[in-house]
């Protein structure tokens, strides 16, 4: 269960990246990972604050990857066009903070030109974003709570990520599968086998390897190899 992509994906979270200095490591970037997350967190819908747009239309012109923002707010209308002109190419909100408009609101992103997704809470059943599915591009599963950076995984998540992979089997769909929270040796390979395709890397996944991204990139696939016994296709 790992349609759309036979290997896996890792997107890196520019939220744990080197504030002082984030450009180096964002060109190196460029030429091993597969895509960016960008989190944005309101104060409101999550108890933390993200990165604001001023620094995003600084840091997304350095990408050549995608830049799929994680709108954790309570208003997802209210941001789209300052997330778009600042560079955004995938908009994903969340399931909880769409409410009665939520098929509008991802034909809001579509017209703006970019890929629609939809992240879902741990404790947001799979029934709360079935009527979505067809009309995505990637979902993000969080598999810890919002706003806590480095917790441990929920395992009651993986359910979830078995549910969301076998519905798109049976239903011949493509969107991707994409793991917020805790994505690091513990659990790649658990992860994995119930249908992740896509690996956010975060402080525990990368960053915290080592100082150098460099080496702490290569750290990171050594590690997703020797837990799963699956090799990498990204360069190192």
């Known amino acids: 269960m790992t349609a759309p992509f036979p290997n896996p994906h890792f997107a890196i979270s520019l939220y744990c990246s080197d504030f002082r200095n984030p450009a180096p490591q964002v060109e190196y970037l460029n030429t091993v990972a597969d895509s960016y997350h960008v989190d944005i967190m309101d104060g409101h819908f999550s108890p933390s604050m993200g990165l604001c747009t001023s620094w995003i239309e600084q840091m997304l012109p350095l990408s050549t990857l995608r830049n799929e923002v994680h709108m954790m707010v309570t208003d997802p209308d209210h941001w789209i066009d300052q997330l ?16 009665a408009h939520a098929f509008r609101t991802l034909r809001i992103i579509r017209e703006n030109g970019c890929g629609a997704g939809v992240a879902i809470n741990p404790l947001t059943p799979f029934a709360d974003v079935e009527n979505l599915l067809e009309r995505i591009d990637l979902i993000t599963v969080m598999t810890v709570e919002i706003g806590y950076s480095g917790e441990p995984l929920i395992p009651e998540t993986l359910k979830k990520i078995e549910q969301l992979a076998r519905f798109r089997d049976e239903h011949g769909l493509n969107y991707e599968i994409q793991i917020d929270g805790s994505c690091n040796e513990k659990n790649f390979k658990t992860m994995r086998e119930v249908g992740a395709n896509t690996f956010v890397l975060g402080n525990t996944g990368i960053f915290k390897r080592s100082p150098d991204i460099r080496e702490a990139w290569r750290l990171t696939m050594d590690a997703y190899e020797h837990s799963t016994g699956e090799t990498t296709t990204n360069p190192r």
């Open 84 to 99: 778009v002109a600042a560079g955004a190419t995938m908009l994903t909100p969340h399931v909880e903070s769409l409410g």
